[in-house]
C-alpha cells in the first residue's frame, strides 16, 4: 500500500503548515539576502567615492611634482653630482696622506674601510641611481 | 528555484562595483607610489646638498689648521684663490 493514501488528514495539514513555513523562511532569507546585497553595494560605492578622490589627488600632486623633481635630480645629475663626486674623492685622497683629516672622512662615511682602497661617496649622492634608504647619519659632535 | 530579477541585478551591480574598487585601488596605489618616489629623489637631494654643505664647513675649519687642503678648496669653488680679484661689491 501506498503511504500517502495512509495519511490522515491532521498529517497532511501539518505537511502544509511546514511548507507555508519553508516558504516563509525562504522569503525571509531572500529579503535579507536582497539587503545585505543593497548593504554591500552601498558600502562599495563608498570606498570606491574615497578611492576615486584620493587617486585624483595624488595624481594631481604628481603632475605639479613631477616635472619639478625631475629638473631637480637631472640639474643635480648633470651639474652639482660631478663635483661633488670629484670633491669628495680629492678629500679621500687627502685623508689618505693626511691621518689627521680621516675623522672627517669617516664621519661623514666616505670612506668603506679605514685605510682601504675602496672609497665611495657618501650614500645617496646620485639620486636617480642611489637606494632607498637614507645617507649614513652624520653622528653629533 | 525561482531566479529573481531583482537579485540578478543587484548581483551584477555589485559585482561592478567590485571591479571598479579594484581598478580605483590599483589605481590610487600606482600614483601613491611615484609620488612617494619622487619626493624620496627629492628629499636624498636636499639631504646630500646639507651633508655636502656640512662638509665643506668642517673642511674648512680644517683649512685653518692645515692650508694644505686648500687646493681642493678652491678648486670646488668653496674657498676663494689666494691673489684672486675680490669680487666687486657695487661701490
Not at chain 1, 578622490?53 to 652639482?80: F, G, H, W
Amino acid at each position: 500500500m501506498d503511504n500517502s493514501e495512509n495519511q490522515n488528514p491532521t498529517e497532511s495539514r501539518s505537511d502544509s503548515s511546514d511548507l507555508n513555513d519553508l516558504r516563509l523562511e525562504t522569503a525571509g532569507l531572500r529579503q535579507l539576502l536582497i539587503s545585505l546585497i543593497i548593504l554591500m553595494i552601498v558600502l562599495s560605492g563608498t570606498l570606491n567615492l574615497y578611492l576615486l578622490r584620493q587617486s585624483r589627488t595624488a595624481r594631481a600632486d604628481l603632475v605639479a611634482i613631477k616635472p619639478q623633481v625631475t629638473q631637480m635630480v637631472a640639474d643635480y645629475n648633470k651639474m652639482n653630482a660631478p663635483v661633488i663626486n670629484d670633491f669628495v674623492q680629492k678629500l679621500v685622497d687627502f685623508g689618505q696622506k693626511h691621518p689627521d683629516f680621516m675623522p672627517i672622512v669617516q664621519k661623514y662615511g666616505l670612506v668603506r674601510a679605514i685605510g682601504g682602497t675602496n672609497t665611495v661617496a657618501p650614500q645617496g649622492l646620485n639620486p636617480a641611481t642611489a637606494p632607498v634608504t637614507a645617507p649614513a647619519p652624520v653622528p653629533k659632535k | 528555484m525561482k531566479k529573481s530579477p531583482m537579485l540578478t541585478t543587484l548581483l551584477v551591480v555589485l559585482t561592478i562595483s567590485a571591479l571598479a574598487s579594484v581598478v580605483l585601488c590599483y589605481r590610487y596605489l600606482a600614483a601613491a607610489r611615484e609620488l612617494r618616489q619622487l619626493q624620496v629623489q627629492a628629499a636624498m637631494v636636499n639631504q646630500n646638498r646639507t651633508l655636502i654643505g656640512a662638509l665643506a664647513t668642517e673642511t674648512m675649519e680644517y683649512s685653518k689648521k692645515n692650508p694644505a687642503i686648500d687646493p681642493i678648496l678652491e678648486a670646488a669653488g668653496i674657498k676663494p684663490k689666494l691673489g684672486a680679484a675680490p669680487k666687486a661689491n657695487g661701490k
